[in-house]
């Protein structure tokens, strides 16, 4: 076990709570709730600056300023926007189900933070080591499909319905090539247990065995997140907002805290699954989990920025078409591989 | 204390987030009701016919093709983890498997489902 602090802080406070009188199996519930604090602090941090990354990144590739008023380089500019969005007021719009549109943000949400727990930051430094982690991802993360099309379809307007039928239609179309895409890790690492699979890659990482699932994951996340340039759920030139059109203040931020954090979650997944999670030379573990996610998520916002959007056509072509073939190819690949070279 | 309880924290913390975000914005801002104001927005006119009409169903088409490829990830997954030990038989059985489900992906695309009209 290598010397790290944050697990010399883990086991710190773990004794702190023990000395604090509380019995063993109320110690884990404490030490659950505050793992779930901390990573409520940093989703917030991430959502916030996530903003503030991809305004300022966009700016850089239009060739213009981004926010740089509000605070040294507009650092403040994402605590300004937190302030102005908690003050703005609270609309629903006429002949909207109410109750179905005040309840979507939680659906697409909780989804995001329930992710977050099994992300395994560094060895040991995972608030729930779920044995079935990698299934748990896939199957919390499409809950969110259900909160974009009740928000489209509570909000009485033309353009949120649309929005939310083509969410459900790309979110189902691409959970395929991105579930098959997996299989060849799981294959390799013989593990769906996150830290299992970072543990699988100390000699090799994923990304060069499995290449070709590689590119497709990171198609599908991309799609699976509706960002440019599939990010036909909103695509602003046609239906303004998509599915939130109707959204306003405090409502819209949150769906925009879980789009920033479903970015790091899916960031940090490609980094698990693929590009060695927090193995790396020199750098304690959790930095090197950090720079791997934080470049994935600087790429999805490279993409989103530089390519057009695709018609919904050709977007359910790309996933049943060449995605889905391709991803069950590169299973037979990689078994056909392993023994060829293992037996 | 099993794993899903401590999942089940995260998501009492993710409802409560939303929740408390919701109290603070209904402590700190103004409420006023203005038909005008309320209308859903759709360019400057108002809204033409009603909104929750019956949909196009090449949406359903997709999703009747989805459910059987999801179902058989529930076939590949726990083969997948013990794919290492349980050798080549198990392999070329997996193989015809997803053949089969091939063959139904292509019989989809031949009779136009994944065609978008």
Not at chain 1, 79 to 91: F, N
Not at chain 2, 26 to 51: A, F, H, V
Request: hydrophobic fraction near 55%; proline fraction near 4%; aromatic fraction near 16%.
């Amino acid at each position: 076990m290598t010397a790290d602090w944050l697990i010399s802080l883990g086991t710190g406070v773990r004794n702190i709570v023990v000395s604090l009188g509380i019995s063993d199996p109320f110690t884990d519930y404490v030490m659950t709730i505050l793992a779930a604090l901390v990573l409520m602090a940093v989703l917030g941090m991430v959502a916030l600056y996530g903003v503030y990354a991809e305004r300022r990144i966009a700016g850089f590739i239009q060739y213009r300023h981004g926010p740089n008023r509000v605070g040294p380089h507009g650092l403040l500019q994402a605590v300004a926007d937190g302030i102005k969005m908690l003050s703005k007021e609270d609309l629903i719009p006429n002949g909207a189900d109410r109750t179905v549109f005040r309840l979507a943000p939680y659906i697409v949400f909780t989804p995001a933070m329930m992710v977050w727990a099994v992300l395994p930051f560094s060895k040991y430094v995972v608030a729930v080591d779920l044995n079935i982690g990698l299934l748990y991802v896939i199957a919390i993360v499409s809950v969110a499909t259900l909160g974009l099309l009740m928000a489209g379809w509570s909000s009485n307007n033309k353009y949120s319905l649309l929005g939310a039928m083509r969410s459900v239609a790309q979110m189902l179309s691409y959970e395929l090539p991105l579930v098959f895409s997996i299989l060849g890790v799981v294959m390799l690492a013989g593990s769906i247990n996150l830290s299992a699979v970072v543990e699988a890659q100390t000699r090799v990482w994923f990304i060069i065995p499995q290449f070709l699932g590689f590119i497709i994951f990171i198609i599908s996340a991309t799609a699976e997140l509706n960002r440019l340039p599939f990010d036909l759920v909103e695509a602003d030139s046609e239906l303004t907002a998509g599915a939130f059109t109707e959204y306003s203040g405090m409502r819209w931020g949150i769906f925009f805290a879980a789009e920033y954090a479903n970015i790091f979650a899916v960031s940090a997944l490609a980094t698990t699954l693929f590009l060695g999670g927090w193995h790396g030379p020199l750098l304690p573990p959790y930095v090197w989990f950090f720079i791997k996610t934080c470049t994935m998520m600087f790429f999805f916002i490279w993409m989103r920025w530089t390519f057009p959007r695709l018609r919904i056509d050709q977007l359910l072509n790309l996933s049943w078409k060449v995605l889905l073939p391709l991803s069950i190819l590169n299973i037979l690949l990689t078994g056909t591989a392993y023994f060829f070279f293992f037996l | 204390m099993s794993d899903f309880t401590k999942i089940a924290f995260f998501m009492f913390f993710g409802i409560a987030f939303v929740f408390g975000s919701m109290l603070v914005v209904r402590l700190l801002s103004t409420s006023k009701y203005d038909p005008i104001k309320s209308l859903p927005y759709e360019c400057g006119m108002d809204t033409i016919g009603p909104t929750w009409i019956q949909f196009q169903n090449n949406y359903f088409m997709y999703a009747l093709l989805f459910l059987v490829f999801d179902v058989e990830t529930v076939f590949l997954f726990p083969w997948a983890i013990r794919f290492s030990q349980l050798g080549l038989m198990a392999f070329i059985e997996m193989v015809l498997f997803v053949a089969m489900l091939l063959l139904a992906l292509w019989y989809a695309w031949k009779e136009g489902v994944l065609e978008w009209s």
